[in-house]
């Protein structure tokens, strides 16, 4: 019989299902591996792709069975008892905790099915920052697609990890960190791998690399891994060639005075059109206003250009998108650079979010 502390369980199956897939085709994604052996308690789940492993030690006993990782999951997550027994009766899990439960196990024609955890990976080993891979995630946040599933463009669904920095894009905004986790050849690596290995509590982690597979390492959760196949399609030329597209001007504005105005004047954004503001750039100050000009607030701009030359310049700017680049950035006040009618960009040093602007149906024609 296997003792583990209910508390303790919870939070190790709280990581774990991040770690589950959504196929309703594979069985593998819709498992829980649950592995007790030298004094190590592991909850192993899978999407196919990447295999996760959430640890914890001074466990005994031996156990080595898969169940349904929703029915246990959701189980863990409503007990209160201070302790949780584990054990196997006739083809089922037995739990033991506010009462008795019982979850079959997962069996086939050659009995009781238990998912193999990956080998570790033989390869070029770098010890990471957590601090580090959690910067790219957080502040990457508005370039991420909504859309989790895996599509024929993956590298909506994932990290370019360069040599000196980490881009990330959903076709709209683009991300530039200066953060590289990548010591040597550039990698995809997808967007869940990354927030997987930010559930560890370790302040490092080992990263693992052998040609396309990797493996990150901590003491309560090993991420293993392979790298998207498509890396060398991924546009990254493309993205480096908008980083450096000439803006005819630039200013700098305070976040928060930006996030709460355009959070007022989204109130005033009619349902057909699209989370638009127009953004009307002056000398020393923006008017921003919703496309019937019905309402407007003026916000003090910095600029860094000579006066005399300056040009008014007006663009259509998706309002969530631009409050959400604001939002992930770690300063108070950002470099804008505008003047370009295809994007503009948002600029604090570490962190760059490129980000189109809309055009007009006559514009596009």
């Known amino acids: 019989m296997i003792k583990i502390k209910t508390s303790k369980l919870k939070e190790m199956m709280n990581k774990s299902i991040k770690g589950a897939g959504s196929s309703t085709v594979v069985v593998l994604t819709s498992m829980l591996g649950i592995k007790v052996d030298n004094n190590r308690f592991r909850l192993i789940t899978s999407d ?13 006993g031996d156990l080595d069975v898969s169940v349904n990782v929703d029915i246990f999951s959701k189980l863990v997550g409503k007990l209160t008892s201070d302790e949780t027994k584990l054990s196997v009766e006739d083809n089922t899990l037995v739990v033991k905790a506010n009462g008795t439960y019982k979850i079959p196990l997962i069996v086939d024609e050659n009995g009781i099915v238990s998912i193999d955890e990956p080998n ?57 960190n200066k953060k ?67 803006f005819k001007y630039s200013g700098k504005i305070d976040c928060d005075d930006y996030i709460s105005t355009i959070d007022r004047l989204r109130l005033f954004i009619d349902p057909y059109d699209d989370d638009e503001l127009v953004f009307d750039f002056y000398c020393n100050f923006v008017k921003i206003t919703n496309k019937n000009n019905s309402s407007y607030e003026e916000l003090k701009l910095q600029t860094n250009e000579d006066t005399e030359n300056y040009l008014e310049f007006s663009c259509k700017v998706n309002a969530t998108e631009f409050i959400k680049a604001l939002s992930s950035v770690p300063a108070s006040e950002v470099d804008i650079y505008y003047g370009n009618d295809s994007v503009i960009k948002i600029d604090c040093g570490s962190i760059v979010h490129i980000i189109s602007l809309s055009q007009d149906d006559e514009e596009e024609e």
Do not use: W
């Open 120 to 176: 570790d990976i033989q390869g070029e080993e770098s010890e990471i920052p957590l601090s580090d891979i959690k910067s790219i995630r957080n502040f990457s946040k508005i370039s991420l697609s909504e859309n989790s599933d895996y599509s024929s463009e993956d590298y909506l669904f994932s990290y370019y990890c360069g040599l000196e920095d980490t881009t990330i894009t959903n076709g709209f905004v683009a991300t530039f």
């Open 180 to 246: 590289s986790i990548i010591k040597d050849n550039p990698m995809l690596i997808p967007t869940k791998v990354i927030d997987l290995i930010c559930l560890s509590s370790d302040d490092k982690v080992k990263l693992i690399k052998s040609n396309n597979s990797l493996q990150f390492v901590s003491s309560d959760i090993i991420i293993t891994s392979k790298g998207l196949h498509n890396s060398n399609e991924y546009p990254i030329t493309n993205l480096k060639s908008v980083l450096d597209t000439e």
């Open 48 to 60: 196919v792709n990447t295999t996760t492993s959430v640890i914890t030690n001074d466990v005994e």
